[in-house]
Structure formats: C-alpha cells, structure tokens
Nanobody
Framework: QVQLVESGGGLVQEGGSLRLSCAAS????????MGWFRQAPGKERMFVAT????????NYADVLKGRFTMSRDNAKNMVYLQMRNLKLEDTAVYYC????????????????WGQGTQVTVSS
C-alpha cells in the first residue's frame, strides 16, 4: 500500500508562485511514475503533470507548460510541483497520484491518491 500526503497549498495572489509537495510512504517501489492532477469546483479532475521515477521524462498539460515544473527527490520519497505566474483559473484542489506506468496523463492509470491540497489564487 502506498500512502500519499500533499502539502503546500494556500492563498496566493495572481502572478505569484507556490510549491506543492507530495510525501510518499509504504510500497513506493511498486510505483513507476508520479502525477499531479487538479479539480476546480464544478469541474472534472484534470491532468497537470507527470514524471517517471527515474526522473528523465516529464510531461505537462499544454496550457501549463512554461509555468509549472514537476520534480522528484527519491531519497526523501518526495515529489514537487513548482507553480509560477499563477492565474485565477489555477484555483483548484491539487492531488498527487502514484502509477505503475512509465508515465501517464490518464486518471485511470493512477492507483493511489493523496487527500488533496487547496490552492486559491486571488486578484
């Protein structure tokens, strides 16, 4: 069983930056990729970013490229999402997921999820 806990969310002004963290514990050896997804009020959960466990492959939602950066620290069993130039539409609950796939943008490929952390962008 893999347990994931997100942190780092909060209130930030439009144009600001925020770094989210995801701490993994348990059978992390079974996970080949990590992902970030977000869900805004009244909307479906959508893909944000993914990284393979080796750290040599990343993928981002097209609309977010250039603003968000995903990284990992395997020694700490941590993954991060650095968010820059935040926009009002980035307001959402952000979820960390773990997948057995090399990497994936699909919700159905993720076997484990954290509880989510709220990011609110204000003007």
């Amino acid at each position: 069983q893999v347990q994931l806990v997100e942190s780092g969310g909060g209130l930030v002004q439009e144009g600001g930056s925020l770094r989210l963290s995801c701490a993994a514990s348990g059978r992390t050896f079974s996970t080949s990729a990590m992902g970030w997804f977000r869900q805004a009020p009244g909307k479906e959960r959508m893909f944000v970013a993914t990284i393979n466990w080796s750290g040599d492959t990343t993928n981002y939602a097209d609309v977010l490229k250039g603003r968000f950066t995903m990284s990992r620290d395997n020694a700490k069993n941590m993954v991060y999402l650095q968010m820059r130039n935040l926009k009002l539409e980035d307001t959402a609950v952000y979820y960390c997921g773990a997948s057995s796939r090399f990497w994936s943008t699909s919700i159905g490929d993720y076997e484990y999820w954290g509880q989510g952390t709220q990011v609110t962008v204000s003007s």
